[in-house]
């Protein structure tokens, strides 16, 4: 295998003319440039120099490795700055996928401070709900999911890098003049006989089994993942829901109260990422700023 730093000393050497005079401008000495010499020919498998006297020249394969050589280099020296730039963070690439409401809470919060803090880095953002998501990061499509789980289900991660970030409690959401906006709290089961509007399948699967450790199966009489339209729905007296407490972050509650559900429903918020990207500086930062987002 030819070195990079024996072609650096064969081009000192055709430069110079001399093994002495190629030592001086490496700052080495001269056994070891003809050390290296040797070596490289070894590589090659075929003589590169003559030496003559004082004069040391190339051979026609040597007049060939010289010219591919500066080539070589340059690329390299390239490749070596821009593999700097991207472990001090001064450039790099993050393409993260999102859940909805990650979306519009979390993900510009722990952007915003991202940029800030590293110009060069620069973040794509898709939106998926797990598993989708979680598929996304083991197929090599992102870099870091945003996802969530309900209840310990931890098995389905532990070939991932989990970074917890919060627990998201799911909130009751009923029209304004419902019999039940003034509660505190309210059971799941009183709301058994109402006409329910469901988000996605994965929260809907949560709801169904939530309902029926309590006697009852929801009516599902709308079904919509945009959270905007499932208050829109509430407010219009059409029925009852629930949503996690993130997604109430960034909607406006016109028409709809929130309540307090019991029993209490939680899910878990996480950054994924792969073991190996977890160790690339520019996926550890955005790791970081989604944990500090969550804590504000």
Not at 202 to 216: H, M, N, P, W, Y
């Amino acid at each position: 295998m030819i070195e990079a730093r024996h072609l650096r000393v064969l081009r000192a050497v055709a430069a110079t003319g001399s093994f002495s005079a190629a030592a001086r401008r490496l700052g080495c000495t001269q056994p070891a440039v003809s050390q290296q010499m040797r070596a490289l020919e070894a590589s090659a498998g075929t003589p590169l120099l003559v030496r003559t006297g004082r004069e040391t020249r190339l051979t026609q394969a040597g007049e060939v490795l010289v010219r591919h050589a500066s080539g070589i280099l340059a690329g390299l020296t390239a490749a070596e700055e821009e593999i700097a730039a991207i472990a001090g963070l001064r450039a790099g690439r993050v393409r993260l996928v999102s859940f909805p409401s990650g979306s519009s809470t979390l993900v510009p919060t722990a952007l915003a401070a991202l940029r800030a803090a590293h110009p060069g880095t620069r973040v794509s953002l898709v939106e998926a709900e797990p598993p989708r998501s979680v598929e996304m990061l083991r197929e090599g499509d992102c870099d870091v999911a945003l996802a969530f789980r309900y209840g310990s289900a931890a098995a389905e991660w532990d070939d991932l890098v989990v970074r917890p970030l919060l627990v998201d409690r799911l909130v009751g959401l009923v029209p304004e003049g419902h019999r039940l906006a003034g509660a505190d709290a309210v059971a799941i089961a009183d709301l058994a006989d109402e006409s329910w509007i469901a988000g996605c399948p994965r929260c809907r699967r949560q709801l169904v089994e939530v309902c029926e450790q309590a006697g009852f199966m929801p009516r599902i009489d709308f079904a919509t993942d945009d959270h905007p339209a499932v208050i829109g729905l509430v407010a219009a007296g059409l029925g009852v829901a629930v949503l996690p407490g993130l997604a109430m972050e960034s909607v406006r509650l016109k028409g709809a109260r929130t309540v307090t559900v019991e029993p209490s429903v939680q899910r878990e918020i996480v950054a994924l990422t792969l073991p190996d990207l977890a160790q690339v500086p520019a996926v550890a930062a955005t790791l970081d700023q989604l944990a500090l987002a969550a804590l504000r």
